[in-house]
């Protein structure tokens, strides 16, 4: 079982910045990739950013640019820096982690999500 636990989510005005924080936790053999997710109302989840144990990132278009994703493999926790914000950019943004248990099967887990909300 893992558990991610999110914070950072707050209400900022355009143009602002905020920085999402996301800490796993629990019995597990690896975390392969981390990442974070976005639904806006009356929306489909999408993928913002992602991130592999090994360094390598893949962002969304609509936030290439002004979003950085970051990652401490010692403390498995990754980290979204979320600059110059957008009235669009208000969403829950969600965790998640993919990776093996210590029987070697995947998995894939999810946090409970952080309220982004920007205001024009």
């Known amino acids: 079982q893992v558990q991610l636990v999110e914070s950072g989510g707050a209400l900022v005005q355009a143009g602002g910045s905020l920085r999402l924080s996301c800490a796993a936790s629990?019995?597990?053999?690896?975390?392969?990739?981390m990442g974070w997710y976005r639904q806006a109302p009356g929306k489909q989840r999408e993928l913002v950013a992602a991130?592999?144990?090994?360094?390598?990132?893949n962002y969304a278009n609509s936030v290439e640019g002004r979003f950085t994703i970051s990652r401490e493999n010692v403390k498995n926790t990754v980290f979204l820096q979320m600059n110059s914000l957008k009235p669009e950019d208000t969403a829950v943004y969600y965790c998640?982690?993919?990776?093996?248990?210590?029987?070697?099967?995947?998995?894939?887990?999810w946090g409970l999500g952080t309220q982004v909300t920007v205001s024009s």
């Open positions: 629990g019995t597990f053999f690896s975390i392969d990739a």
């Open positions: 998640n982690a993919e990776g093996h248990t210590s029987g070697f099967s995947r998995f894939s887990y």
């Open positions: 991130i592999t144990s090994g360094g390598s990132t």
